[in-house]
């Protein structure tokens, strides 16, 4: 079974890579759904949780909750479909789903700070910042998890600075790399 990680720092684009993966039929599995979902049992911040999930079950557990779905998931569908985990964080959980996955790539999504920030601010999601002070100490966090590591040692780096249908094409090539059955026409 084929997986596609990705990662990248907030509001680097990665997102826009599940997009394009799932309009041409992969299954998309969000770590930071995991992270928001369990917030939401806890009735607190998501930046907290992620912090105290990793303290209380080990820097695997996000990643671990991945792999369980996505098994769980692939017994139910095609033995041809990709699976794309979005928001991969840490060397810890690339080291689980290249353990658990044989086909396993990562994709790395970069975007310089400023640029960031401002896409951040027009997506207005709850766990996006407003106050630039705040998007460095969310930053840091991620940065703490690991993520530079992680984007080091991908497979492919994609830079989106530019257009967004330069950005677009690029993650286009890259994913028909990866899946040779796509029709381009869905995307």
């Known amino acids: 079974m084929k997986v596609i990680g990705v990662s990248g720092m907030p509001g680097s684009g990665k997102g826009v890579v599940s997009q394009i993966a799932h309009r041409m039929g992969m299954r998309i599995i969000r ?45 139910k569908a095609d033995s041809n479909v990709i699976f794309m985990i979005e928001g991969i964080r840490s ?57 530079g590591e992680v984007i080091a040692t991908s497979d492919y780096l994609i830079v989106n600075e530019g257009p967004l249908w330069r950005f677009k094409n690029q993650v286009k090539r890259i994913l028909r790399h990866q899946n040779k059955n796509v029709n381009d026409e869905t995307i």
């Open 91 to 147: 060397p810890y959980e690339l080291d689980i789903f290249r353990n658990n996955f044989n086909e396993f790539i990562i994709i790395s999504v970069f975007s310089n700070p400023k640029t960031r920030f401002k896409r951040l601010k027009r997506r207005k999601r709850s766990d996006d910042f407003s106050e630039f002070s705040e998007f460095q100490k969310r930053d840091k966090r991620e940065l703490c998890f690991g993520i």
């Open 31 to 75: 770590m930071g759904d995991v992270i928001r979902d369990e917030a939401k049992k806890r009735n607190e911040d998501v930046g907290k949780t992620a912090v105290t999930l990793r303290k209380e079950f080990g820097d695997y557990i996000v990643a671990e909750k991945c792999v369980e779905k996505i098994k769980l998931e692939q017994s």
